[in-house]
């Protein structure tokens, strides 16, 4: 362990170096603010990152707010420039999951785990606006909204609260120019060209996936699906069966012979023995599924949410009104159970392997995912590979095992096999050999461990410090000022092998800097940082 004298002498060399940063930085032409993905997120792309909620009941809004604001405002941070974020001018599109539906919609208890919470979107939200994102450029699209359902009328509220944009949207055929963004399709399946919900897809636009922990004829249907309703009517309908045209859907916009080209993959895969694809039923089997699965992998590929998110601080047992009842029969109510996890992350396959995982699933028994990782919008099938890191709402993360986050048996009509009933777990054992894709490593992991420098930096008043450590073993992080003197402990406890970080929020703390000590194992690193209020 460093001494006194030591530990003065490294910082005030390394703090000369970040006022020379400190200077460049501030010498940059200032009036344009920035907004992004906090860095520790940005930087590992492929990770799916879980937060732990402990909300007590799902009417508590209060509660439900507050989480989506919290973790908005760890996620969603200011940036130096364009290169590293959006200018806060840009149009954001929040897509969560408003479901449609006619069926009897009371009491309101049994209905709402269909959509994403609303309390939870507003919350994020608000997190935007305190990065002084404007709600006039603020939008939520989903192509199934009607102002005159109740689902519908609990996002017009939060628009209202809010003052963002939300509106119900006509078939494409009469919308007007401005309202549609058409988008090309290379190597689609099915789509040649898809019109999306302006602004969705338009250049600079920053598209926020917000998905609903729920099950669905397609498994769960979780963030990958979730962006079907950003295409408008009736390209929406990625559900119509093989052999049967979306009607209303131009011809010239699907790809010659889809229908053919579909069958022949569909073949393949079975002959792949992807598990129960060779399920029969032209609207409820295999080929129904990979029907589906082309267009949604279609639509996947030309959208590059900046975050995708599974909202399940309660989770749906049943994708409507319906849902299973004590037999696993059709016959019951959905059922909405307190699961308390939010999962993100930048790919959103990726998220959703987790979070058919966490749902009680075994996710190589879903074709989705295989038909993902053959197309390169995956990396992963296997959900113990996937890098996975607990999130904390103080901007915190550390690695983690899937394995680690309580399993919540969540019940799907997903292919039935004969003798299940209508809802069932799709959980038996899955060989995984050989089913990752090869990825391209950016760089060496390193074999010691090493602590990289703050960001942002300089910063006011929160900023984070990544780190990583070789192997697992108690872990020591301090922050100093000038003196010397410890002004802060951000961890000091035992932690398993692979990438942390830590948020230090230095509202109490004036102006200056200060300095930051790794100790792990006997070592220590020390950098430094700049607070300017």
């Known amino acids: 362990m460093y001494s006194r004298r030591e530990f003065l002498r490294t910082a005030s060399l390394a703090g000369?170096?970040?006022?020379?940063?400190?200077?460049?930085?501030?010498?940059?032409?200032?009036?344009?603010?920035?907004?992004?993905?906090?860095?520790?997120?940005?930087?590992?792309?492929?990770?799916?990152?879980?937060?732990?909620?402990?909300?007590?009941?799902?009417?508590?809004?209060?509660?439900?707010?507050?989480?989506?604001?919290?973790?908005g405002r760890t996620l969603f941070v200011a940036k130096l420039d364009s290169v590293a974020g959006f200018p806060v001018s840009a149009n954001v599109v929040l897509k969560p999951n408003i479901t449609s539906w006619y069926w009897d919609k009371t009491p309101i208890e049994q209905t709402m785990g269909i959509q994403t919470d609303p309390y939870f979107v507003e919350g994020v939200v608000n997190s935007l606006f305190d990065l002084t994102i404007l709600a006039q450029n603020?939008?939520?699209?989903?192509?199934?909204?009607?102002?005159?359902?109740?689902?519908?009328?609990?996002?017009?509220?939060?628009?209202?609260?809010?003052?963002?944009?939300?509106?119900?949207?006509?078939?494409?055929?009469?919308?007007?120019?401005?309202?549609?963004?058409?988008?090309?399709?290379?190597?689609?399946?099915?789509?040649s060209k898809i019109p999306h919900l302006w602004p969705v897809n338009s250049p600079g636009s920053c598209l926020i996936n917000i998905a609903k922990f729920k099950s669905h004829s397609m498994g769960m249907t979780l963030c990958s699906k979730n962006l079907q309703g950003t295409n408008a009517i009736p390209y929406v309908s990625h559900c119509t069966a093989w052999g049967t045209a979306m009607s209303g859907v131009d011809t010239k916009h699907v790809v010659s012979n889809a229908f053919a080209n579909i069958k022949t993959n569909y073949d393949r895969h079975t002959a792949a023995n992807i598990p129960r694809w060779d399920l029969p039923g032209s609207g409820s089997g295999g080929l129904w599924m990979e029907t589906h699965a082309s267009r949604c992998l279609d639509n996947n590929s030309v959208l590059h949410p900046v975050?995708?998110?599974?909202?399940?601080?309660?989770?749906?047992?049943?994708?409507?009104?319906?849902?299973?009842?004590?037999?696993?029969?059709?016959?019951?109510?959905?059922?909405?159970?307190?699961?308390?996890?939010?999962?993100?992350?930048?790919?959103?396959?990726?998220?959703?392997i987790i979070g058919a995982y966490l749902a009680g699933h075994e996710p190589g028994n879903f074709g989705l995912f295989h038909l993902a990782l053959e197309r390169g919008l995956s990396k992963y099938l296997?959900?113990?590979?996937?890098?996975?890191?607990?999130?904390?709402?103080?901007?915190?993360?550390?690695?983690?095992?899937?394995?680690?986050?309580?399993?919540?048996?969540?019940?799907?009509?997903?292919?039935?096999?004969?003798?299940?009933?209508?809802?069932?777990?799709?959980?038996?054992?899955?060989?995984?050999?050989?089913?990752?894709?090869?990825?391209?490593?950016?760089?060496?992991?390193?074999?010691?461990?090493?602590?990289?420098?703050?960001?942002?930096?300089?910063?006011?008043?929160?900023?984070?410090?990544?780190?990583?450590?070789?192997?697992?073993?108690?872990?020591?992080?301090?922050?100093?000022?000038?003196?010397?003197?410890?002004?802060?402990?951000?961890?000091?406890?035992?932690?398993?092998?692979?990438?942390?970080?830590?948020?230090?929020?230095?509202?109490?703390?004036?102006?200056?800097?200060?300095?930051?000590?790794?100790?792990?194992?006997?070592?220590?690193?020390?950098?430094?940082?700049?607070?300017?209020?």
Request: overall charge negative.
């Open 138 to 191: 603020t939008y939520i699209r989903e192509a199934n909204y009607s102002p005159n359902q109740i689902d519908g009328t609990w996002y017009s509220d939060l628009a209202k609260r809010t003052g963002l944009n939300l509106k119900d949207f006509p078939q494409v055929a009469q919308m007007a120019s401005q309202d549609v963004q058409w988008t090309d399709v290379p190597n689609g399946v099915w789509f």
């Open 307 to 352: 975050l995708n998110i599974i909202e399940g601080v309660y989770g749906r047992e049943g994708p409507f009104v319906s849902g299973p009842d004590a037999n696993g029969g059709a016959t019951g109510y959905g059922r909405d159970i307190m699961t308390n996890v939010v999962i993100f992350g930048k790919n959103s396959f990726h998220v959703d």
């Open 382 to 533: 296997n959900p113990h590979e996937i890098p996975l890191f607990e999130w904390k709402l103080d901007g915190s993360a550390s690695s983690s095992r899937v394995e680690n986050f309580p399993q919540t048996p969540i019940r799907t009509l997903y292919l039935r096999k004969a003798g299940e009933p209508a809802y069932h777990m799709v959980n038996e054992p899955y060989n995984y050999g050989g089913t990752t894709a090869v990825v391209e490593q950016k760089h060496q992991v390193p074999d010691v461990f090493a602590i990289q420098q703050n960001f942002p930096n300089p910063f006011n008043p929160s900023t984070s410090i990544q780190y990583y450590i070789p192997e697992a073993g108690d872990v020591r992080l301090e922050v100093f000022d000038i003196r010397g003197q410890v002004v802060d402990v951000l961890i000091d406890s035992w932690l398993p092998a692979g990438d942390h970080v830590r948020m230090w929020n230095s509202e109490r703390r004036p102006s200056g800097t200060y300095f930051y000590r790794l100790l792990y194992k006997g070592s220590a690193q020390t950098k430094s940082m700049i607070l300017l209020k």
């Open 16 to 71: 000369s170096a970040v006022v020379l940063n400190f200077r460049e930085l501030v010498s940059k032409p200032r009036g344009a603010t920035f907004f992004g993905l906090h860095e520790f997120v940005e930087s590992h792309p492929d990770a799916v990152f879980v937060l732990r909620t402990g909300v007590d009941s799902k009417t508590n809004t209060s509660a439900l707010k507050d989480v989506g604001h919290q973790l």
